[in-house]
């Protein structure tokens, strides 16, 4: 369902956040602006107005929480490396973000289940990776050699992951996976 890399193959923490500092990611930047639409605009077409958002592992530069912001929802940032503050992962928000995150996650199961405990009944979980599709290209695949990405999804990885959890989950695009946690 999922590929995990070895434990012994992570990266340290130093050489990882190295590696993160080597991403162009700029809030400015019209690029990553639009690469960020391809979570925002579907992401958007679910969300009610004014909601409180958590972008979970916004890395060193917020740009998705900020166009939240214009967007007219409150957000808040979290990294555990770059916006380490755990008192934002103390209280439920509305929706979560996590693009180019959960193939970060070296405990998957434990990371989910965490985001399940900080997202409302009825809150979205909006996330962006890219899945695997190609078997026999994945040694050469440019995304499983990023040294940082220690675990890749199918599709129906995401899809099992919300029915575990009782979620509903929509794949509206390639690499883009909306899940809503029930009501109650």
């Keep these: 369902m999922a590929t995990l890399m070895a434990a012994d193959a992570y990266l340290q923490p130093a ?3 190295a590696h993160y500092l080597t991403h162009q990611n700029a809030l400015d ?11 925002l605009v579907p992401f958007m077409s679910v969300l009610p ?3 409180r958002g958590l972008d ?10 900020s166009m939240l912001r214009a967007a007219g929802h409150a957000m808040v940032d979290y990294d555990p490396i770059f916006a380490p503050d755990h008192g934002q992962l103390a209280h439920p928000y509305d929706f979560i ?6 193939e970060h996650f070296r405990n998957p199961a434990e990371s989910f289940d965490q985001l399940d405990n900080l997202l409302r009944p009825g809150g979205w979980l909006g996330l ?12 050469n695949w440019r995304y499983r050699r990023d040294p940082t990405h220690v ?34």
């Design 49 to 51: 107005p004014n909601q």
């Design 15 to 17: 050489a990882e956040q």
């Design 97 to 102: 973000t996590a693009t180019e995150v959960i």
């Design 128 to 139: 962006m990776t890219e899945f695997q599709t190609d078997d026999q290209g994945f040694a």
């Design 29 to 39: 930047d019209p690029g990553y602006q639009h690469f960020l639409n391809k979570l």
């Design 151 to 184: 675990i890749f999804y199918r599709a129906e990885t995401l899809r099992w992951l919300a029915r575990d959890r009782g979620w509903f989950c929509e794949i509206p695009k390639k690499n883009i996976a909306l899940m809503r946690k029930p009501l109650g």
């Design 56 to 65: 979970f592992g916004c890395g060193p530069g917020p740009a998705l929480s």
